[in-house]
């Protein structure tokens, strides 16, 4: 195995010695097998290829002090593969199967799960694509399930320091009532460009309006949006974005550091009112964000006056941080240990 800089690694593709493989045929799952191949073999009518049946998943796995590898969440990240499934009309992937093909991944790549407190974490794609071929519109018969994992950095490069976002109305990553709240590929391609240009323009990500008024927040490109204001937690509430997991663990710990949660429309102009605003997801934990610029008045908001995150989203990510890595009691029982 290569010496590998854990604490310098981008949030990228690492290839490590296995994934796991599991294909729906004749109406049923098949026995999960395990690959060291990168490549994977399909028709070139398969579904995915056409007509974007395609969902992914993606969670992480992190080293405690104690050495053991904790998995955070797994089961919400099943159920919503299995609601992505549904949204895509693709055979959905029994919870069982969904631990033990992430299990199994874990485990046959257990050495590149980055030691412990350097910041790093391993991080899990399980993938589901429509692998039958049909040259109609219609949902494959043949579907493929795989898991393959890799050692991640943060990702926004920042890692914890605040960043600035761009608004952004004249690109929509999903319709009002399209495919917004599943975790589906076509997603993702829709706002492509959006992000590519307002890489270019200086910013970490872009954060897109709700679809069907373009005045209220949806969310931080691949990452949902809160802000706080006094002592609430504020986060939209949309059709079109997904329900990130980070999102729901954070409201549960703001409650239990005594702020009110609110999950409702949030206008644009509210950004005006927020003490901190920030980005969080399962790649970008908490990004805190200090500059919001609006592409279409020019109009800036700024946060984070000292340069430097503020108290709450610190005292959130740091608490967030420390029940997954094992440093504080884990009384929701939000970690299962994999070995
Ligand atoms: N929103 C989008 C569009 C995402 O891709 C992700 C990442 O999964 C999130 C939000 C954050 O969700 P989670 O916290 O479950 O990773
Ligand atoms: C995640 O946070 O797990 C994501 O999937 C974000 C992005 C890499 C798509």
Not at 83 to 96: C, F, K, N, T
Not at 165 to 177: E, F, G, I, K
Not at 181 to 190: C, F, L, T
Not at 314 to 324: D, F, P, V
Request: net charge neutral; aromatic share 12%.
């Amino acid at each position: 195995m290569q010496d590998i800089d854990w604490k310098n690694l981008p949030f990228g593709y690492f290839k490590t010695d296995y994934n796991v493989r599991c294909y729906y045929r004749n109406g049923k799952w098949g026995k999960l097998e395990i690959s060291s191949s990168e490549l994977i073999t399909m028709h070139m009518a398969a579904t995915a290829l056409h007509y974007g049946q395609e969902a992914f998943e993606g969670l992480k796995a992190f080293r405690g002090k104690d050495g053991k590898i904790r998995l955070f969440r797994w089961e919400e990240n099943a159920k919503r593969l299995q609601r992505s499934a549904d949204g895509i009309m693709m055979a959905p992937v029994p919870v069982e199967l969904f631990k033990e093909a992430v299990f199994e991944a874990i485990k046959l790549n257990a050495k590149y799960v980055p030691p412990h407190g350097l910041g790093a974490a391993l991080y899990i794609r399980p993938l589901l694509i429509g692998t039958g071929a049909e040259v109609g519109v219609k949902p494959a018969d043949e579907y493929l399930f795989m898991v393959f994992v890799g050692p991640v950095g943060p990702y926004f490069k920042e890692g914890f320091k605040p960043v600035e976002m761009q608004l952004v109305s004249d690109y929509h990553r999903a319709a009002p009532y399209g495919t917004g709240s599943i975790k589906v590929g076509g997603n993702y391609a829709a706002s492509l460009k959006a992000l590519h240009r307002g890489k270019e323009e200086g910013f970490a990500s872009v954060i897109f309006l709700n679809p069907a008024n373009e005045n209220y927040i949806d969310e931080a490109g691949p990452a949902n949006f809160f802000g706080i204001k006094g002592k609430t937690y504020v986060t939209p509430d949309s059709h079109s974005i997904l329900p990130s997991i980070t999102n729901m663990s954070l409201r549960q710990l703001a409650a239990d550091i005594g702020l009110t949660v609110e999950k409702r429309p949030v206008a644009v102009e509210e950004l005006e009112t927020f003490d901190e605003v920030g980005a969080c997801g399962t790649a970008a934990v908490i990004s805190p964000i200090k500059r919001i610029v609006d592409r279409r008045t020019g109009k800036s908001y700024e946060y984070c006056k000292e340069g430097v995150a503020g108290p709450i989203s610190t005292e959130l990510y740091h608490m967030l941080r420390e029940i997954q890595e094992g440093e504080r009691e884990d009384v929701y029982g939000w970690n299962t240990i994999v070995e």
